[in-house]
């Protein structure tokens, strides 16, 4: 395993990426879907369970790795903290998995008062629990990609941003470059 801490804030990018894709396939008005479906939901419950177990392994092989760099204690720790947002997330899908499927089951009782009462506090329970799957999935995201920025050395993080720049950045003047001075530009006024 290339534990370098470029590596290692890749690692940590392409998680939050992971996140971030798990979150636009929610159900409703920020995902792609717009109504709950149980298929959908079940399946990204089990997405969910296998992020977890990847979160895990991350954590188990950088902790299990012999000779452990300095960055590594806030690789662990930071891949340690997105299991508990991915199990929120987890969880509150469970949530909306249980409430479609009592919409299911109570679908033949029509418009009766009762069942259309309960009916409708399943969809806000659904409604809650899907922004709580938003909200858990987006900090975890956040998180990560934070995490990533302090792993790399500064040098790297300035090089990259370098490329990233739509303008070019001049490279700091090294000790033996001779410095120019500018002339100070005037201003003039008219009247």
Do not use: C, W, Y
Not at 55 to 67: H, K, N, S, T, Y
Request: proline content about 7%; overall charge neutral; cysteine-free.
């Amino acid at each position: 395993m290339n534990n370098t801490p470029i590596a290692d804030a890749l690692a940590l990018r392409a998680t939050a990426s992971v996140f971030d894709a798990q979150r636009r396939k929610l159900p409703g008005p920020g995902g792609l879907h717009r109504s709950p479906d149980s298929v959908a939901v079940a399946k990204q419950i089990s997405e969910l369970g296998q992020l977890i177990t990847d979160l895990g392994d991350e954590v188990l092989f950088r902790a299990a790795a012999q000779g452990q760099e300095a960055h590594a204690a806030r690789v662990i720790t930071s891949f340690a903290a997105a299991v508990r947002p991915a199990g929120e997330a987890a969880s509150a899908l469970g949530a909306v998995a249980h409430q479609l499927s009592f919409l299911h089951q109570t679908e033949h009782l029509g418009n009766q008062p009762d069942a259309r009462d309960a009916r409708e506090a399943a969809a806000r329970v659904m409604d809650d629990a899907l922004g709580a799957a938003d909200t858990a999935l987006r900090e975890a995201a956040d998180s990560l990609r934070a995490a990533s920025a302090t792993v790399t050395p500064p040098a790297v993080r300035l090089q990259a941003a370098r490329h990233r720049s739509t303008t070019a950045t001049p490279a700091p003047p090294s000790a033996d470059a001779p410095a120019i001075a500018l002339a100070p530009a005037r201003t003039t006024r008219s009247r």
